[in-house]
């Protein structure tokens, strides 16, 4: 569905915006630059406004995503449990920071609020699905499975 | 009274000027909630329901009217609770925690800035509770800022150095982040270091509440939480109109002009450079501020020596070229008139505005006057009319005007800004830029022997002055049209229905047989308003005045700091006590105006003024950045 579709569909819904970068980001899997003009337009908020709600939640990135997302947990029990070890080994292993994306658009690595997995963190998800109890060392054999 | 004082008030009673109060703070004209006024007006509605309320404040008893705030209560009994998200023009945002106080019964500490007051209610404002609970909001802001105060702009006049200080701070138990993230230098205007954020908020209320820009919104969240335009763009890339309203509302240095001073001390440096400079009237009213004056108080003629002592060949004045506007803008408002013109027409003197209505209302361009503004009237003559009087080689005319503007800057720039054959106006210094240069040559402004400035350009008349206030160019218009349609002698000519801080002025003015009807918009805020009036059309006025600054020139992006509503109206009654001294109040009696017409424009509106005096605007997008398909 083109971005106009998408949007379309909940102009005239009451708190449409966020509604429409969910249903944008599970068709794009990211919010593309190009939506953010058209929201404004369709829902007459600022653009800066639309790229301050699209920014302020974890589960939206504006801009591209490679097509593996990595995501690690840093609520405070998989901080407890060392959810920083496994991200600095998930960054050494793909050699990226949180936020970027691997030059060969396989990974994008970003960090996350719960997935609702504290009783078996620290946690990460892998295009949406959990992994759990990680630790540095289980971390390039699961990367592995992706490359 | 300091500015300082004005702004954050030192005495019990902070504000002698006679400020307009609105009730809602935001959004509905310019509102000029300053903390005094506001308190006044809560007072007077509450005297009505007799909502007098009794409370102790450090053990002394305050009688505040019901409704009035912790903060505002105390100031009755002179004591300044500290704060920084907290501005005067500005909505209560409760954000920094800066003002927090100890109120009997409450467990936790109150924010006094949106804390209403009861009756018996128990205020402590240094116990040793509140001392550290604003010690550790201080030294948390502190270590996610930049530590370099020395190398700041706004080094000895920033709002966080001034509480650091005062809560003798000098150490920090937190560890200094330095976040690292870049400096937007591209926009010729105004420049923005995002390290020095506080995210306070205040940026981003007057962009969105008063000028209806919008160009910064708080992005991402938590400790990452970034005030920035849309993906983080430059302001250069962005529909930013370049007021500079910004900069007035940062309490630190995170915002600023585009410093140019050093462009212009080469230029007076070098002896192949022929230096002339022009000065808008609303420098005059705001620039003695930097030198511990009240508004209005430096003379002009002060000026004029200090910038021949800095080197200036001439020391001209723009409000030569305002009195100018005045004939080729009344003239060009009879011509709409009697040819059936699109109206209303709009005034085209103040570039934020213009910068405005071509992001946000394109289809409109064709009601804005054609006349450049006087800055730009000005660069093309003294590049043509003056150097062919003065027997002087055009090309090395350095070009330097003193603005209180951060949107000439960008101006000055546009590509259609060269008629003279070069770029008319080679640079632009605003006021504040204008105090640094007169510091660093070590001038005396407060004592220095006052000197006139230069013929012919420097020679003006009241019209011209009042064009730096909100109302003026519309007042000075009026002067000069009633009399040139009807030829008649104006009885008064003081249009006092223009004047004033209002957000929106409207009026009628009997012109011979026609009843002209006007408007006059100060920010862009309202000057919206009257833009989907004509896009609905319903407006039936026939000529509009808008000002992209709050109070007009005189609140301008380039002003001293701090500019507040309060200040704003002290600049203006400076601006017209100079109208009333002046000699001459109507452009059309200019003679040097009448010699440029006389020996070398010819008649206004003629194929010289087409060439060097009109301009045309160009239609942008909202979102400027985008690549066009």
């Known amino acids: 569905m083109t971005l106009d579709a998408i949007i379309s569909q909940y102009r005239d819904v009451e708190g449409g915006l966020i509604e429409a970068l969910h249903a944008i980001d599970n068709e794009y899997r990211c919010i593309p630059e190009s939506a953010l003009s058209k929201l404004a337009e369709a829902f007459d908020v600022p653009v800066a406004k639309v790229y301050g709600v699209a920014t302020f939640y974890a589960k939206f990135k504006v801009g591209e995503r490679g097509s593996n997302l990595i995501r690690v947990c840093e609520s405070a029990p998989c ?43 620290p946690t990460i998800t892998i295009n949406e699905v959990p992994y759990t109890k990680l630790t540095p060392e289980k971390v390039p054999e699961l990367l592995s499975k992706f490359r | 009274m300091s500015i300082f004082e004005m702004l954050f008030g030192k005495k019990e009673k902070t504000n002698e000027i006679n400020v307009q109060v609105h009730e809602k703070p935001v959004k509905e004209e310019v509102a000029t909630t300053q903390e005094t006024s506001r308190f006044e007006k809560k007072a007077k509605r509450s005297e009505h329901k007799m909502g007098m309320v009794t409370l102790t404040i450090d053990g002394r008893k305050v009688k505040a009217p019901e409704g009035a705030t912790i903060l505002e209560a105390a100031k009755i009994v002179g004591i300044n609770i500290p704060t920084l998200c ?32 009861f009756d018996g209610m128990v205020v402590k404002t240094t116990t040793p509770a509140v001392r550290e609970a604003r010690r550790v909001v201080l030294e948390l802001i502190l270590a996610h800022h930049p530590q370099d105060c020395l190398n700041c702009i706004r080094n000895q006049n920033c709002e966080l150095q001034r509480l650091a200080e005062e809560y003798n701070i000098r150490s920090n138990r937190f560890e200094i982040v330095n976040k690292g993230l870049p400096i937007d230098d591209f926009s010729p205007a105004i420049h923005r270091d995002p390290n020095k954020c506080i995210v306070c908020g205040r940026c981003i209320e007057v962009c969105e509440q008063v000028q209806t820009a919008t160009v910064y919104s708080k992005n991402q969240r938590g400790y990452k939480t970034v005030v920035a335009p849309v993906m983080n763009k430059s302001l250069n890339e962005v529909a930013c109109i370049a007021c500079g309203q910004c900069i007035h509302a940062c309490p630190v240095g995170a915002i600023f002009e585009k ?90 003197c103040s570039p934020g505005w213009i910068k405005f209505i071509e992001h946000f209302y394109p289809d409109l361009l064709d009601h804005l006057s054609t006349c450049k503004s006087p800055q730009q009237m000005f660069g093309a003559l003294v590049k043509t009319y003056y150097p062919e009087k003065a027997g002087i080689e055009p090309a090395s005319i350095y070009s330097v005007s003193f603005m209180p503007c951060t949107a000439k800057k960008y101006e000055c720039q546009r590509p259609e800004m060269a008629d003279s054959g070069y770029q008319d106006v080679d640079v632009v210094i605003t006021s504040r830029e204008l105090a640094r240069m007169i510091k660093e040559a070590g001038i005396d402004v407060a004592n220095i022997e006052p000197e006139e400035f230069d013929a012919p350009m420097g020679l003006y008349t009241g019209a011209a002055v009042i064009f730096g206030a909100t109302g003026g160019v519309m007042e000075a218009a009026l002067r000069t049209v009633y009399e040139v349609v009807t ?143």
């Open chain 1, 79 to 121: 901080h407890n449990a060392g959810a920083a070890l496994v991200l600095a080994a998930i960054e050494s292993n793909l050699g990226i920071k949180a936020g970027e994306t691997t030059a060969d658009g396989r990974f994008t690595l970003e960090l996350t609020e719960c997935v609702g997995c504290c009783n078996e963190s």
């Open chain 2, 86 to 117: 907290y501005h005067p023009d500005q909505s209560i945002k409760a954000a920094c925690r800066v003002c927090v106080v100890e109120v009997e019964g409450a467990r936790l500490l109150q924010a006094a800035c949106s804390q209403p007051v």
């Open chain 2, 259 to 348: 410093d140019d001073t050093e462009n212009v001390w080469s230029a007076i440096a070098d002896p192949n450079k022929h230096v002339v400079c022009q000065m808008a009237p609303a420098v005059r009213a705001g620039l003695g501020e930097e030198f511990g004056m009240a508004p209005g108080e430096l003379d002009m003629g002060k000026i004029v020596a200090a910038l021949r002592q800095i080197g200036f060949d001439k020391v001209f004045h723009t409000n030569f070229s305002a009195d100018l506007t005045i004939m080729e803008e009344g003239n060009e408002l009879l011509q709409r008139l009697q040819n059936g013109g699109t109206l209303p027409m709009i005034t085209s």
């Open chain 2, 487 to 629: 030829g008649e002698t104006l009885q008064d000519i003081n249009f006092t229905m223009v004047r004033g801080m209002e957000g929106i002025k409207e009026a009628t003015v009997k012109v011979g047989d026609l009843d002209v009807k006007v408007a006059i918009a100060h920010t862009t805020g309202n000057a919206r308003k009257l833009l989907d009036k004509i896009r609905a059309g319903e407006a039936d006025y026939h000529f509009i005045e808008v000002m992209a600054c709050p109070g007009g020139c005189i609140g301008g992006g380039g002003q001293p700091i701090p500019t507040t509503n309060a200040i704003r109206e002290a600049r203006i009654a400076a601006i017209y006590e100079e109208d009333a001294s002046l000699p001459i109040r109507k452009s059309h009696e200019n003679p040097a105006i009448k010699e440029l017409y006389d020996t070398f424009l010819e008649k206004p509106l003629g194929h010289k003024s087409h060439h060097l005096l009109h301009t045309h605007y160009t239609a942008r997008s909202k979102y400027p950045y985008e690549k066009k398909d």
